[in-house]
């Protein structure tokens, strides 16, 4: 399991934290919707 440190959270930018998941897993599923899974190596677009 990933550790986070909340006062790493508070200065980082959620697109740098897209970055890292789609790196180091991108066959996670990274959004429900309406019942349809979306993976993060789908959804990053370089």
């Keep these: 399991?990933?550790?986070i440190n909340n006062s790493d959270l508070s200065t980082e930018l959620t697109y740098?934290?897209?970055?890292?998941m789609v790196e180091?897993?991108?066959r996670n599923t990274a959004?429900?919707?309406l019942g349809e899974r979306f993976?993060?190596?789908r959804l990053y677009v370089t």
């Excluded at 740098?16 to 890292?20: E, G």
């Design 31 to 33: 959004v429900v919707y």
């Design 24 to 26: 180091k897993y991108p």
């Design 39 to 41: 993976f993060y190596h």
């Design 1 to 3: 399991m990933m550790q």
């Design 16 to 20: 740098t934290r897209f970055d890292r």
